[in-house]
């Protein structure tokens, strides 16, 4: 089970965490991803990071200002959002899975999401 939480409403240019918890499994041994949907849109691809932790990706649009990390000791993924911007509202998913992707349908693990708004 995948719990993420520490969404919330910030000014634009603002920052947020947010961290997804791994209960009854140990999440060292899969890939993980955040990704995001907001109102109106498919759910979108953000950033994963492998189990390791040396190996990350992010989307075009949020590259540079997003980071993702892990701490497997604590089962805990997080995203740490930086000069946050009113189009990066949406519900934030993490994601889990043996393999790494950019791609939603290859994920099998996911959280209930949680909400982040950005105001202008």
């Known amino acids: 089970q995948l719990q993420a939480s520490g969404g919330g409403l910030v000014q634009a240019g603002g920052s947020l965490s947010v961290s997804c918890a791994a209960s009854g499994r140990t999440v060292n041994i899969y890939q993980m991803a955040w990704f995001r949907q907001a109102p109106g849109k498919e759910r979108e691809f953000v950033s994963s990071?492998?189990?390791?932790?040396?190996?990350?990706d992010y989307a075009d649009s949020v590259k540079d200002r997003f980071t993702i990390s892990r701490d497997n000791a604590k089962n805990t993924v997080y995203l740490q959002m930086n000069s946050l911007k009113p189009e990066d509202t949406a519900v934030y998913y993490c994601?889990?899975?043996?393999?790494?992707?950019?791609?939603?349908?290859?994920?099998?693990?996911w959280g209930q999401g949680t909400q982040v708004t950005v105001s202008s």
């Open positions: 994601a889990a899975d043996r393999t790494r992707s950019d791609d939603a349908l290859k994920y099998t693990y």
């Open positions: 990071i492998s189990w390791s932790g040396r190996t990350t």
